[in-house]
């Protein structure tokens, strides 16, 4: 007596459909649809907020003897800290 048949909820889907109708019905799975991707596209956006943006790496230029390469030095600082 706990659990239900196919039969008992094949008549329960019927009664359903019937109350709210089919249209309804439709829409709600559209719209329950449209919530479970933005929920997965948000979830995935969200890590890949967490992750580190990947640093540009400049290709290594050569240098001919005898020249000097001038460059300006800077301090690395760690957002999250300030």
Known sequence: MGSFS?????IVLV???LI???KKLRNFGEDLGGAVK????G????SAED???????V???RVQSGETIDVQATEKSDASTQ
Do not use: N, R, S
């Open 6 to 10: 196919i039969w008992h909820w094949l």
């Open 15 to 17: 009664i359903v459909a």
């Open 20 to 22: 709210f109708g089919t």
């Open 38 to 41: 933005g929920f997965k596209k």
């Open 43 to 46: 979830m995935k956006d969200a």
């Open 51 to 57: 992750e580190p943006a990947p640093q540009p790496t």
């Open 59 to 61: 290709p290594p230029q």
